[in-house]
């Protein structure tokens, strides 16, 4: 329970304006869990297009967390089960992967805000997105279908475990 309250509070930093990630470049913050005094670092990039934003934390070198999320647009998890959906992505030319995505209001930010949470691959697609030069992550929008969101992910200077 305690990190998710971290996880909330770090993504109202970034959709409060006090730690924007600006398109096509990294942003980083750290924070201190008050209670445990545990510090948790966060990194945050834009899609190409400012719709999405993609957000990663960590406690220490272990990756805690991935997920996307949007202010304007409202994901639909609902191919796999009510709350889970593919989340396709693809990595420079590299031929197309799909990670286990889930819908969690839970994480949200705001009453227009929706995230879907990486399941448990985290550390897969860190593993490729910290290779590359571009991303295409595709989620799915409501009323609009699976969408395609570009990153440019050069210039992360993470590593986890």
Not at 6 to 31: D, H, P
Not at 52 to 66: A, F, N
Not at 75 to 89: E, K, M, Q, R, Y
Not at 131 to 155: D, H, I, W
Request: overall charge positive; charged content about 20%.
């Amino acid at each position: 329970m305690k990190g998710m309250a971290v996880i909330l509070a770090m993504a109202s930093l970034f959709f409060a304006g006090r730690a924007q990630a600006q398109e096509n470049s990294w942003t980083y913050k750290e924070t201190k869990d008050p209670m445990t005094d545990a510090l948790t670092d966060t990194a945050a990039i834009k899609s190409v297009d400012g719709k999405v934003t993609l957000i990663m934390q960590r406690t220490g070198k272990s990756l805690y967390v991935m997920f996307f999320s949007a202010r304007d647009e409202q994901f639909l998890c609902i191919d796999v089960s009510p709350t889970v959906c593919n989340v396709g992505a693809r990595f420079d030319e590299a031929k197309a992967d799909t990670f286990c995505g889930m819908q969690d209001m839970r994480f949200s930010p705001g009453d227009s805000s929706h995230v879907i949470t990486l399941c448990g691959e985290s550390a897969k697609f860190f593993k490729k997105l910290s290779k590359s030069q571009m991303v295409k992550v595709q989620l799915p929008v409501f009323n609009k279908g699976p969408q395609v969101f570009e990153f440019r992910p050069a210039g992360l200077t993470w590593s986890i475990k």
